[in-house]
């Protein structure tokens, strides 16, 4: 009864898909990890004098913040 028909002589357009981006080609293939072989220096490896008295410094006035916290608690 109530059906449509199609029309023949009208061309379909079909319009590109641009609700995604389209993939880049350098991510089709991911090349293989490989480990770091660099080697590291001597210097790099150590810390230096100025690391070493602010991480000794940090460390002590955590100390006694935690210090004076617990002693303002226990009272």
């Known amino acids: 009864m109530h059906t449509v028909r199609a029309v023949a002589s009208v ?8 609700t995604r981006r389209p993939v880049p080609p350098d ?13 590291v220096e001597e210097a790099e490896a150590k810390p230096t004098r100025k690391t070493t008295l602010l991480t000794v410094l940090a460390i002590a006035v955590l100390t006694v913040s935690t210090l004076l916290l617990y002693n303002v608690r226990s009272r």
Request: net charge negative; hydrophobic share 30%.
């Open 11 to 18: 061309a379909s357009v079909e319009l590109p898909d641009t």
């Open 27 to 39: 991510t089709t293939q991911r090349p293989a990890l490989v480990p770091d072989t660099t080697p």
